[in-house]
T-cell receptor, first 112, second 114 residues
Framework: TQLLEQSPQFLSIQEGENLTVYCNSS?????LQWYRQEPGEGPVLLVT?????EVKKLKRLTFQFGDARKDSSLHITAAQPGDTGLYLC????????????FGTGTSLTVIP | NAGVTQTPKFQVLKTGQSMTLQCAQD?????MYWYRQDPGMGLRLIYY???????DKGEVPNGYNVSRLNKREFSLRLESAAPSQTSVYFC?????????????FGPGTRLTVL
């Protein structure tokens, strides 16, 4: 059983469309990260959210941490082919030391 | 600055063989991690080391052992490889605290066990 569930698992959209990826859990996290992974490479950090209700923007990407710190979302505006990749959320569970849990991943393909 | 390096990049083993995956970081980070990545499963934590001299089990430690040789190096050993251990293995190191954190990942080791 995955501690963090992501949806959708696969997403294929046309360039210029908007999309939202969800990361959900029944556990409370002290922080939550979003990573992007290219084929054949390791994940690279996009953002960390720490405070419940926090919203962070990174150009066309908007990240939100749920009020209860159990869920998060990633919204991409006007997707571009360069956004193609595997998006992973990861969380540090409260009171569980330095252990991090990763979501199941969302594979995004943006078609030109 | 090489970041996190892993060797080898590819490996094919027969069932029952042993091998050690090497990982090193040059960023002076205290915490290091070993993950495996399987299709549809994201990354799952095998073992981690919060500091030199300490190691702890993660979600899927069975069949693996680790050694934190010094602050830079964290190795993962498969004593008797099984086909279920076919996966991509990533090593990572952690910058910052558990709250304001960023994991830096190596390029991965693609392991096939026949």
């Amino acid at each position: 059983t995955q501690l963090l569930e992501q949806s959708p698992q696969f997403l294929s959209i046309q360039e210029g469309e908007n999309l939202t990826v969800y990361c959900n859990s029944s556990s409370v996290f002290s922080s939550l990260q979003w990573y992007r992974q290219e084929p054949g490479e390791g994940p690279v950090l996009l953002v960390t959210v720490v405070t419940g209700g926090e919203v962070k923007k990174l150009k066309r990407l908007t990240f939100q941490f749920g009020d209860a710190r159990k869920d998060s979302s990633l919204h991409i505006t006007a997707a571009q082919p360069g956004d193609t990749g595997l998006y992973l959320c990861a969380g540090a569970e409260e009171f569980r030391g330095n252990q991090f849990y990763f979501g199941t991943g969302t594979s995004l393909t943006v078609i030109p | 600055n090489a970041g996190v390096t892993q060797t080898p990049k590819f490996q094919v083993l027969k069932t029952g063989q042993s091998m050690t995956l090497q990982c090193a970081q040059d960023m002076n980070h205290n915490s290091m991690y070993w993950y495996r990545q399987d299709p549809g499963m994201g990354l799952r934590l095998i073992y981690y080391s919060a500091s030199e001299g300490t190691t702890d089990k993660g979600e899927v430690p069975n069949g693996y052992n680790v050694s934190r040789l010094n602050k830079r190096e964290f190795s993962l050993r498969l004593e008797s490889a099984a086909p279920s251990q076919t996966s991509v293995y990533f090593c990572a190191s952690l910058r910052g605290t558990r709250i304001t954190n960023e994991q830096f990942f190596g390029p991965g080791t693609r392991l096939t066990v026949l």
